[in-house]
Nanobody
Framework: QVRLVESGGGLVRPGGSLRLSCAFSGSNFMIYTMGWYRQAPGKQRELVARITPYSNTNYADSVKGRFTISRDNGENTVYLEMNSLKPEDTAVYYC????????WGQGTQVTVSS
């Protein structure tokens, strides 16, 4: 059974940076496209960034140039480097593993506020 454990969320001031991590276990990491999604209060969950097993990436327009997704296939971990954070980035961030089935982490809160 796939297990995803996120870490790295917290409170940061506008313009600041955070790095989220998602540790994957329970299956072959290399067959999964890994993604970060977020859900703000009262809004639907939305894709932030995604990375394929071959490290092809795509990003939501709202985070392009500010966020970077990466994966360490040796450590079975996916990262989301978030820079120039804005209050509108405040949300619960979820890690996703997608292959024939989708798996989700428990989420980590990111709050951007002065």
């Amino acid at each position: 059974q796939v297990r995803l454990v996120e870490s790295g969320g917290g409170l940061v001031r506008p313009g600041g940076s955070l790095r989220l991590s998602c540790a994957f276990s329970g299956s072959n990491f290399m067959i999964y496209t890994m993604g970060w999604y977020r859900q703000a209060p009262g809004k639907q969950r939305e894709l932030v960034a995604r990375i394929t097993p071959y490290s092809n990436t795509n990003y939501a327009d709202s985070v392009k140039g500010r966020f970077t997704i990466s994966r360490d296939n040796g450590e079975n971990t996916v990262y989301l480097e978030m820079n120039s954070l804005k209050p509108e980035d405040t949300a619960v961030y979820y890690c996703n593993a997608a292959s024939r089935q989708d798996y989700w982490g428990q989420g980590t809160q990111v709050t951007v506020s002065s």
